[in-house]
């Protein structure tokens, strides 16, 4: 009763497995559920061009062309015949000659491509991951390296402003049209202007460093020619079948090749166990008799029977279940979570541009005539002018966001190459 059970169980995982793959091999041929708004051909071309040549791309492609050779290897026999000579010579003259070959009773060879085969589907989904983790890195740094030069010009020129603002406030004072306590204020502000600059300075020089470091193969020469950062970036939602589309990511295929992988390590495992016969066939002469031998040998597992292996291989094919399922929940809620970052994200962008932007410059020369004329107060017009500076320094910033959400939200589904539409690797050499 215990067995039946037992066997009902499986068979009820084993259809479950099945109909989530024909899920998920349905989804994979469907048309693709978000049509994307193209990037542009300069940001196209500037990414292919870096990611094409990259180091590290290179380094995953001789990674998986060694998985490959690897399946190769284990496709072939686990064991070679061996060929004896014998020659003795003492009153009388013996030769001979045999010829021996082990059986893999136990089927290793088989077991062995199978496992092969799984890894190397796992690669092959690693290879993509590591494509897309490269792209994403690429686009960010680039991002990041762009935005931070943005505060940088901008962080100036609050110094600049500050400065002639101080400059101004010193001579007023000397005029006597303005008190001590508002000279101060002007002079606060000015080396508030000073430290902030520093900070976003140094990290302008650590972006511009994180750039080459990453982009250094490519940007030797001294003229760079950026792409722009404009993108009309559109709305996302999550697919329509989320567990089968799950089973189409390179995370989930990769998981999934590697608990078959172990699974089929327990094959592995009891072939290893299995007493694998070796045949020999033998044939010579002594002085004038000829001889002929048969021998058959059989290993007997008596002191070690290898069931502490085959255990062994079981509880990990079950650890590799677990973690496999946890990782899909993992999945399945980072899905979900940079969904809906994305869409507040985005939402927070079209609500600041919709608010439109004050010309700074205009505003600028407007509260200097006011301060001048004595209608606006020292405290007033810093007020307002750091107002509109930091308005404009959260705009870069919150554009910077959007653009790490969206990388993060197109990671996530593995959609990044296909919104760059970039080449495969195979096409790039040609």
């Not at 000015?190 to 976003?200: G, T, W």
Request: glycine share 4%.
């Amino acid at each position: 009763m215990f067995l039946t059970c037992k066997r009902f169980i499986r068979s009820v995982l084993v259809t479950a497995v099945l109909v989530n793959v024909s899920l998920a091999n349905s989804y994979a041929n469907s048309a693709d559920t978000t049509k994307f708004k193209p990037a542009s051909t300069e940001l196209r071309q500037f990414i292919q061009s870096a990611y094409s040549r990259h180091p590290r791309l290179m380094a995953a492609e001789a990674e998986l062309e060694a998985v490959k050779s690897q399946y190769s290897a284990a496709t072939m026999a686990i064991y070679n015949p061996e060929l004896e000579l014998d020659t003795e010579k003492t009153t009388i003259r013996t030769s001979t000659i045999g010829f021996s070959q082990t059986i893999d009773w136990g089927d290793q060879q088989g077991a062995n491509t199978k496992i092969a085969k799984q890894r190397l589907v796992a690669a092959q989904a690693g290879f993509q991951q590591q494509r897309q983790k490269l792209i994403r890195e690429l686009l960010a740094t680039l991002i990041n390296y762009k935005n931070k030069s943005r505060l940088a010009e901008l962080s100036k020129q609050r110094m600049k402003i500050m400065k002639n603002f101080y400059s101004l406030a010193k001579r007023k004072h000397a005029a006597g049209d303005l008190n001590q306590v508002e000279l101060d204020l002007a002079q606060l502000a000015y080396s508030e202007s000073v430290l902030n600059n520093a900070r976003i300075m140094a990290e302008q020089v650590s972006a511009e460093q994180n750039y080459y470091a990453l982009y250094s193969f490519q940007s030797m020469g001294s003229d760079i020619s950026f792409p722009e950062l404009s993108y009309a970036f559109q709305n996302v939602n999550l697919p329509p079948n989320l567990n089968a589309f799950l089973l189409t990511l390179p995370q989930m295929r990769a998981l999934r090749a590697n608990v078959e992988a172990s699974k089929n390590t327990i094959a592995l495992r009891e072939g290893q166990s299995s007493a694998d016969p070796t045949i020999a066939l033998r044939g010579g002469k002594e002085d004038k008799e000829s001889l002929v031998g048969f021998t058959i040998s059989i290993p007997l597992n008596v002191r070690n029977s290898f069931t502490a292996e085959i255990e062994v291989a079981r509880k990990e094919y079950l650890q590799a279940e677990q973690l496999a399922q946890q990782a899909y929940r993992n999945l399945q809620g980072r899905i979900r979570s940079q969904t809906k970052h994305y869409q507040l994200t985005q939402h927070a962008w079209q609500l600041w541009q919709s608010a439109g932007q004050v010309s700074m410059n205009r505003q600028l020369k407007l509260l200097n005539r006011l301060w001048r004329a004595g209608d606006l107060s020292t405290t007033d017009y810093l007020v307002q002018i750091k107002q509109n500076l930091n308005t404009q320094s959260a705009g870069i910033e919150l554009h910077s966001t959007l653009w790490f959400s969206w990388l993060a939200w197109l990671d996530a589904t593995a959609q990044i190459e296909s919104w760059l539409e970039l080449k495969p690797t195979s096409q790039l050499g040609s």
